[in-house]
């Protein structure tokens, strides 16, 4: 089993920045992909797809959604089992759920963090 926590959810005003951290425990993968999903507040319900913001995988290498790029970047320590998320000049259709996941190798076992919610106000 692998607990994920995130952290660093809050209020921001559009144009800020906020750095979301997502620390593992337990069995961690040693080859793994860590991401970051995320879901509006209104599409809580069981079932409804997440959208990948940004992943990262333990070799470093780095995916984003074109939505995001050049505003968010990813980043992880190995030493401390926890991946980052820098978001800079955030919008309001940014607001959402931001939800944590760890993936094996394959992708075949992953497992989800409870979120932290991201609110961009105009």
């Known amino acids: 089993q692998v607990q994920l926590v995130e952290s660093g959810g809050g209020l921001v005003q559009a144009g800020g920045s906020l750095r979301l951290s997502c620390a593992a425990s337990g069995t961690i993968f040693s080859i793994n992909t860590m991401g970051w999903y995320r879901q509006a507040p209104d599409r809580q319900a069981p079932g409804t797809q997440r959208?990948?913001?940004?992943?990262?995988?333990?070799?470093?290498?780095?995916n984003y959604a074109d939505s995001v790029k050049g505003r968010f970047t990813i980043s992880g320590d190995n030493a401390k089992n926890t991946v980052y998320l820098q978001m800079n000049s955030l919008k309001p259709e940014d607001t959402a759920v931001y939800y944590c996941k760890h993936a094996s190798a394959t992708g075949r076992v992953f497992y989800w963090g409870k979120g932290t919610l991201v609110t961009v106000s105009s």
């Open positions: 959208e990948l913001v940004a992943s990262i995988t333990s070799g470093g290498i780095t």
